[in-house]
Each structure stands twice: as C-alpha cells, then as structure tokens.
Nanobody, 126 residues
Framework: QVQLVESGGGLVQAGGSLRLSCAASGRTFSFYVMGWFRQAPGKEREFVAAISWSGGSTYYADSVKGRFTISRDNAKNTVYLQMNSLKPEDTAVYYC???????????????????WGQGTQVTVSS
C-alpha cells in the first residue's frame, strides 16, 4: 500500500502564493507518475498538473498554465505544486495521486491514478 500525505494548504488572498507538498511512503515502485487534482465545492474533481518520472515532462490544465508549477524530488518521494497568482476560483481541496509503474504522464483522467492522498484545503479570498 502507498500512503500520500499532502501539506501546505491554507487561506491566501487573491494574487498570493502557496506551495503544496505531497510525500509518498509505504510500498515502493521502480518508477511512477505523480499528479495533482482538485475538487471545488459542488464540482467534480479535475486534473491540475502531472509530472513524469524523470521530471522532464510536465502537463497542466489550461486554467493553471503559467501560474502553477509542478516539480518532484525522487530522493524524497515528494511532489510539489507551486501556485502563484492565485484566484478565488482556485479554491478547492487539492489531492495528489500516484500512477505506479509508468514513466510518462498518462491522459489527465483520475481513473489513470491508483493511489490518492486525503487532500489539503486551499482557500483564496477575493
């Protein structure tokens, strides 16, 4: 089993920044993709960003391109999401997810990911 623990969420004013972290522990895999999803109140969970095993390829939802940056540190089994220029519409619970045994980023669908964290709340005030 894999445990994912997100941290770094909180309350921030519009235009501000937050950095989310997600640490993986437990069962290990030779390689895996990591991603971030979010779910706003009353809405379905949606893809935010994903990063390949090497970190050389990253993918973003159109709504966050140019504002969010995903990165990873494989030595620490940790993925990060730097969020800048935050908007009230970014308010959501943010989840990290792992797709094991894959090097390249799969299609941006939650069904592609096998393990999920409990989520961390991000609230952006106007």
């Amino acid at each position: 089993q894999v445990q994912l623990v997100e941290s770094g969420g909180g309350l921030v004013q519009a235009g501000g920044s937050l950095r989310l972290s997600c640490a993986a522990s437990g069962r290990t895999f030779s390689f895996y993709v990591m991603g971030w999803f979010r779910q706003a109140p009353g809405k379905e969970r949606e893809f935010v960003a994903a990063i390949s095993w090497s970190g050389g390829s990253t993918y973003y939802a159109d709504s966050v391109k140019g504002r969010f940056t995903i990165s990873r540190d494989n030595a620490k089994n940790t993925v990060y999401l730097q969020m800048n220029s935050l908007k009230p519409e970014d308010t959501a619970v943010y989840y990290c997810a792992v797709r094991p045994n894959r090097r390249t980023v799969p299609p941006p669908h939650q069904e592609e990911y096998e393990y999920w964290g409990q989520g961390t709340q991000v609230t952006v005030s106007s």
